[in-house]
């Protein structure tokens, strides 16, 4: 090309591309060293479950060596392979972050595929850093863009935009030019793809899990290739047929790609999960949890519970009676038994024993969910809800929250941070090496390479529990 293309896509492309540390306030580096501090911890726990095993154990089958960390192992994949493999593991128990308002998952797509790509080619922890962000930026405002009706249809609408942020991530720290990333963009617009089947009630499989892997995978291959002179359709953004157009119609809006650009950091916009649930469901437990107190109820001291909720949740996220892990997450009258009567931070309260726990059924049953017109006005801006819980002594507990912890209204604390770290990187790691990894985390924008950041996930420690 030998001049710039003009539209919102491009300028959102260009500026991703021309984005350096220097021009990044300090307060977004900062977050997104906490997004990176999460996802690798999430990834590191998610690594344990049967998807992750699975596909690590089809990239191994299939050959695919190279020099990119898998996230709980001391393996190393090629570049896409590693991406699809710890995009999984991140997104792999619900405890990765997302953005209300786009509805989309960024961590567990974008920073694998920064991360895989800058290891495969020995970039500088600041160049992590500024592909991060800059995937962050094309993922929330694609998102925005494509507007609410890809999912309305049944689209997931992150596997739809998420293509697209990994290739400008990977294609960011990989320092392709700005062409070469407009194709890289282009091809990755042809990935997009994913049905929220996995969330209809009738058992969601594993793969929703996929989707975030895939669209890692997708985005690192579709700059490779246009690294090596493969070209993708420039315009695949919001020309016609292109991204926005196909999948959002008539409801979406391109100049939401650029609204703001430079000024409003979607890094900011980014809620951490306190529980391993649908984002939907994260104000549910809360309020429930604060209305039983320190200690869990018996299903014989409650005498009804309301769950108020958005229009979109309460028709999609009621299934009372899961059949799996998955199910059990995006299943509000689930998630408020566990919240009443167990442990809704614990990922075993929804593993497959705990699920057919006939009491906790027995109550989800009971669980009646609803359209609160208040929580509706506010989706999907914000996700919101209200409870109404009567106890069999009288004691009635009526309160409503718009926000809850972990979103930018009510943030998790350093501290937090690092202890949900510790905790899921101690899953697997050893603390010397958990220590290690959260200290090289901090210091990410100073390091020389992305692989001095990735050294403590290669402890001989690791390989002894391995063996184990």
């Known amino acids: 090309m030998n001049a710039l293309p003009d539209g919102h896509g491009q300028e959102l492309v260009s500026f991703a591309h021309s ?21 690798i911890g999430c990834g590191i726990f998610g690594s344990t479950q049967p998807w992750s095993r699975i596909l690590l154990a089809e990239m191994t089958a299939e050959g695919a060596p190279g020099a990119c960390s898998v996230l709980g192992t001391s393996q190393m994949l090629a570049a896409p392979a590693a991406a699809l493999v710890n995009g999984t593991a991140i997104h792999g128990f619900e405890l990765d972050d997302l953005i209300a308002e786009s509805i989309t998952h960024p961590a567990a797509c974008v920073i694998p595929a920064a991360l895989a790509a800058g290891e495969a080619v020995g970039a500088s922890g600041a160049r992590l850093v500024e592909a991060i962000v800059a995937g ?15 999912a309305k249809r049944g689209f997931h609408t992150t596997s739809l935009v998420a293509p697209v942020a990994c290739a400008v991530a990977a294609g960011k720290v990989m320092q ?48 490779q290739l246009a690294a090596r002179g493969f070209l993708g359709p420039p315009f695949a953004l919001d020309s016609a047929f292109g991204l926005l157009e196909v999948f959002g119609g008539a409801g979406a809006d391109a100049s939401k790609l650029t609204h703001g ?11 951490f999960k306190v529980f391993p649930i649908c984002g939907w469901i994260q104000a549910v437990v809360v309020l ?8 869990p109820l018996s299903i014989g001291e409650i005498k009804t519970a309301r769950i108020g ?21 995006y299943s509000i009258p689930y998630c408020a038994a566990v919240a009443l009567l167990g442990e809704p931070r614990d990922p075993k309260s929804f593993l497959i024993d705990a699920i057919n726990d006939p009491v906790t059924r027995a109550l989800a049953s009971k669980i009646e969910v609803v359209v609160d ?22 004691t009635l507990h009526e ?42 985390i901090d210091a990410m924008p100073a390091l020389a390479s992305v692989r001095d950041l990735t050294a403590p996930l290669h402890s001989a420690a690791l390989d002894e529990r391995q063996r184990a």
């Open 309 to 329: 909720v958005s229009a979109y949740a309460a028709k999609n996220n009621g299934e009372p009676a899961p059949v799996d892990t998955m199910g059990a997450q």
């Open 261 to 271: 650009l430079g000024r409003n950091w979607a890094v900011r916009d980014v809620w």
């Open 399 to 440: 309160r409503a929250v718009m926000e809850c912890h972990g979103t930018p209204a009510d943030p998790c604390t350093e501290r937090e941070h690092l202890d949900k770290f510790r905790w899921l990187a101690g899953s697997v790691l050893p603390a010397s090496a958990v220590a290690e990894l959260a200290r090289l």
């Open 176 to 223: 392709l030019g700005v062409d070469q990333l407009y194709s890289a963009v282009g091809l990755a617009c042809s990935a997009a793809s994913g049905v929220k089947s996995f969330a209809a009630g009738r058992g969601g499989g594993m793969v929703k899990r996929l989707h975030l892997g895939r669209s890692a995978e997708a985005g690192v291959r579709s700059a």
């Open 288 to 295: 429930l949890s604060e209305a039983r107190g320190t200690r």
């Open 136 to 150: 962050y930026e094309v993922m929330h405002r694609v998102g925005l863009a494509l507007g609410t009706e890809p």
């Open 373 to 394: 017109p208040a929580i509706e006005a506010i989706y999907p801006r914000q996700f919101g809800a209200s409870m109404r819980l009567e106890l069999a002594d009288g």
């Open 19 to 39: 984005l350096t540390l220097s021009d990044l306030p300090v307060d977004v580096v900062a977050r997104a060293k906490t997004c990176v501090l999460e996802a």
